[in-house]
């Protein structure tokens, strides 16, 4: 794990259920936890692969640290640079504890 490659901040946000003023249940979206991730690159097999040119900026791939504050639920969401993604892939490095792959794709 090259920490000098993580340079962006993404923030993790979940939905849960509040209370309006009115006393109704409703569904709030709260931030978890932020951290810093690598956004993995475009490999040369996908960048030639022409049916999938800008395919990786809806679909990105983020490298974070294995250990965070919290276990990363699939259900949650991604906020990066000002966009919301949902979690399409959670792959955890178990053997060596070093890092966590997490696909997203765009909101529209």
Same mark, same amino acid.
């Given at each position: 794990?090259?920490?000098?490659?993580?340079?962006?901040?993404?923030? @993790?946000?979940?939905? /849960?259920?509040?209370?309006?003023?009115?006393?109704? +249940? =409703?569904?709030?979206?709260?931030? !978890?936890?932020?951290?810093?991730?690598?956004?993995?690159?475009?490999?040369?097999?996908? @960048?030639?692969?022409? /049916?999938?040119?800008?395919?990786?900026?809806?679909? +990105? =791939?983020?490298?974070?640290?294995? !250990?965070?504050?919290?276990?990363?639920?699939?259900?949650?969401?991604?906020?990066?640079?000002?966009?919301?993604? /949902?979690?399409?892939?959670?792959?955890?490095?178990?053997?060596?504890?070093?890092?966590?792959?997490?696909?997203?794709?765009?909101?529209?």
């Amino acid at each position: 794990m090259k920490l000098t490659h993580m340079t962006e901040r993404i923030t @993790f946000l979940a939905k /849960e259920t509040g209370i309006d003023e009115n006393y109704s +249940p =409703v569904e709030v979206e709260t931030e !978890k936890f932020s951290c810093w991730a690598e956004v993995q690159k475009l490999t040369l097999r996908e @960048f030639r692969n022409s /049916e999938n040119i800008g395919y990786r900026k809806t679909t +990105p =791939v983020f490298l974070i640290a294995y !250990k965070q504050k919290e276990e990363i639920q699939p259900d949650w969401r991604i906020k990066w640079r000002g966009k919301i993604y /949902e979690i399409t892939g959670l792959d955890p490095d178990f053997q060596k504890k070093d890092l966590t792959k997490v696909q997203g794709r765009e909101l529209s």
